[in-house]
């Protein structure tokens, strides 16, 4: 289970890690991550602005941190790709083996 307060950064980019791990490709990852806009709901957003303006902020200002764009996981994604040569050799670097991350595809494809 992952949380995080809207779904889309902590939990975002957790779910982007293990779809790709899974052998999802790219364009989908971005796409489903691109909805977690439309899902937040009304109430949620209503509440997350009015938290917003009694910090001082703009709506304006502050939409930026709420919404999902597209372009914000294609970036992250390009970014593992160019930099680690991929998801996998990415949770190789930061401390998984390759037993874990064997494990980690069969459980989320059995």
């Known amino acids: 289970m992952v949380y995080c307060t809207a779904g889309k950064d902590r939990t975002g980019l957790i779910t982007a890690l293990m779809l790709a791990l899974a052998g999802v490709p790219h364009e989908m990852i971005i796409a489903d991550y691109a909805l977690t806009s439309t899902y937040l709901g009304e109430g949620f ?6 938290s917003a303006l009694q910090r001082g902020f703009t709506w304006e200002q502050y939409k ?13 994604l390009q970014h ?9 050799p990415y949770l ?8 874990q991350l064997t494990h980690l595809r069969d459980m989320l494809l059995d």
Not at 64 to 76: D, G, S, W
């Open 80 to 88: 593992l790709d160019e930099t680690y040569g991929g998801v996998s």
């Open 64 to 76: 930026p941190f709420v919404m999902c764009p597209p372009e914000n996981m294609a970036q992250t």
């Open 45 to 50: 957003m209503e509440d997350i602005k009015k």
């Open 92 to 99: 190789r670097h930061i401390g998984l083996s390759q037993a």
